[in-house]
Every structure is written in C-alpha cells, then in structure tokens.
C-alpha cells in the first residue's frame, strides 16, 4: 500500500472513530500513547489480523454441543428451534463461520431473508474461503429474485469447490432465471 494511501485510510478511520465515540483528537480523555495515525499505520503495514474475540476453549466446547441437535432441528423442520440453537452457540463461539452459515440457512427457511443475508455475510467475513457460505448466499439471493447477484455468489462458491455438482447446477439455473428477468 502506498504512504498516500495509509495517511488517506488513517485519517478517515480516524474520522469515524470520532463520529462513532463522538470524540476528536483534541480530547485529552480519549488519548493513547501513541497517536492513532500511528497505530492505524503500523496495523496496516504489518497487516495485523485482530481476532474478532477470544473463545474460550470450554465455551467453544459448549457452543459445539449446541450445535449437535440442528441438523435434527433442521430435518424436523424446527426452524426456529435451530436459529435459536446457533444464536446460543454464537454467543459461545462468535468466529465460528459454520454457525453462521447454517443459521443463515434455518433464517432462510423461516423466509427471514435479510437476516439470512447478514448471517451469511458474517461467515464469509470469519473465511473468505467457505464456499458453503457463498452457495447458501446464492440460494438466499435467488430466493430474493436478485439472480445476478445469485450468480456472482454461486461463481465464487464453484470457483472454491470447481468439482461441486450442486454450485454448478444452481449456477446454470440462477444464470437461465436472470435471461428470464431481462426478457421480462
């Protein structure tokens, strides 16, 4: 990254730390050893990665418990039942990209879409590398009828997993619905 680009994304970080803490870098309260500039610079040129939070082993434990009844929940078709398990689970073990995408799926069987959505963006965020987060992203999306973004997220998840028959399916499918939306 360039020097320009550092001092441009510092002093806009900057900026929404002081909007956000309603604070400005004159406040003698809010002041750091070093000045945030500084910090935001050296995370940047170092590219530090910040744990969302620490889990703590035994609460990573109990969450996983919790989240050995959802596929029962899920087959029974206890959908509420298994959003309410992963929210427990979350609040155990809040890096863990798998609960999110399943209550992104329990989420989108209820038709809650939106929270679909965050769910699954959330897991996504956790690993960028989960092409499961991206499928169920894309199932959501088509559910909405927003089928070019389906597409872009079914590519991503066959793009992680080339060999997966289903991302290649809802692909073709989610590509043929949006030719159907701009014939009208």
Same mark, same amino acid.
């Given at each position: ?9 510092? $002093? ?23 000045? *945030? ?28 418990? *919790? ?37 992104? $799926?329990?989420?989108?069987? *209820?038709?809650?879409?939106?929270? $679909? ?56 499918? $989610? ?10």
């Amino acid at each position: 990254m360039m020097p320009f680009q550092v001092a441009m994304r510092g $002093a806009v970080a900057i900026q929404c730390l002081g909007t956000v803490f309603k604070i400005s870098p004159e406040d003698a309260q809010a002041a750091v050893s070093q000045p *945030l500039t500084e910090v935001f610079t050296n995370s940047v040129c170092k590219n530090d990665i910040v744990p969302l939070t620490n889990s703590v082993p035994e609460d990573v434990g109990k969450a996983d418990q *919790l989240e050995d009844g959802r596929p029962q929940r899920m087959k029974e078709e206890k959908y509420t039942a298994a959003v309410d398990c992963y929210t427990q689970a979350l609040a155990l073990d809040p890096n863990n990209a798998v609960y999110y995408c399943d209550r992104a $799926a329990a989420q989108s069987k *209820l038709s809650h879409y939106t929270d $679909a959505i965050k769910d699954g963006e959330k897991a996504i965020a956790i690993d960028s590398k989960y092409s499961k987060a991206y499928g169920g992203m894309g199932l959501v999306l088509t559910a909405m009828n927003k089928c070019e973004e389906a597409v872009t997220s079914y590519q991503k998840a066959l793009d992680l997993e080339p060999e997966n028959d289903s991302y290649k399916s809802n692909v073709k499918i $989610a590509e043929r619905w949006l030719v159907l939306q701009e014939l009208g």
